[in-house]
């Protein structure tokens, strides 16, 4: 009967490690690399429009659910996304002065007994939405309609100012029994470039 020294045992137990790692790089590279880069996810069909009192802006998000995204929600998982709007006024100063900073958020929760989306979207001041079409889940989650960004009143006639809109999937925590189903969760969200609107009022 062969005995290892401890030493010994620690260098197979290294050793086996490393060929673990380089057998999990083999058996699924493509896994790894199609995990790289980010959603080209984009924001179009931008639009300013305003009531008596408040300027509104209107878009909505393109390619913004990947496969990966489809699957953690219809495993159940609450996915967010955050929606970034910030007005500047420019060309007065030598710096633009920022007047109206916004983040709101939609989130998009799957119940899989009943078979229905519930989307919640604080921002619009109602009552949570719910529907059994994934097609009209992901329609109101990337579609931001009649979003005030400031009172006109705060405005200056014949001045110039500058929109910038970004949207983002926040980042998820998942439970821990879907950790390994989920390994590469971060590197499915997506985070749009900013998007510029230049406007004199």
């Known amino acids: ?6 030493v ?27 995990a790289t880069p980010k959603q080209n ?19 909505d ?3 913004a659910f990947t496969e990966k995204t489809r699957q953690a929600i219809l495993n159940g998982i609450p996915t967010v996304f955050s929606f970034y709007v910030t007005l500047y006024q ?14 709101v958020k939609s989130t998009i ?18 009552d949570t939405v719910v529907t059994q079409s994934f097609e009209e889940a992901q329609f109101l ?3 931001i309609d009649n979003l005030t960004i400031i009172p006109l009143n705060k405005l200056i006639k014949g001045n110039k100012y500058q929109l910038k809109i970004k949207a983002e999937l926040d980042k998820v925590t998942l439970p821990l029994s879907l950790h390994y189903v989920f390994f590469f969760v ?16």
């Open 61 to 63: 998000v393109k390619e």
């Open 141 to 143: 989650m990337t579609e």
């Open 8 to 34: 010994e045992v620690l260098k197979l137990f290294c050793g086996f490690i490393i060929w673990l790692c380089l057998s999990v790089s083999f058996v699924f590279p493509s896994i790894v690399l199609a």
């Open 186 to 201: 971060s590197f499915w969200d997506f985070e749009t470039n900013w998007y510029l609107i230049n406007f004199t009022y």
């Open 1 to 6: 009967m062969t005995l290892f020294k401890p």
């Open 90 to 103: 420019t060309g007065g100063s030598w710096f633009d002065k920022k007047i109206a900073d916004i983040q």
């Open 41 to 59: 996810a984009v924001i179009e069909n931008i639009k300013l429009a305003n009531t008596r009192d408040d300027l509104l802006t209107y878009f």
């Open 109 to 126: 929760k799957y119940n899989p007994l009943k078979k229905e989306f519930s989307i919640h979207r604080p921002w619009k001041k109602e």
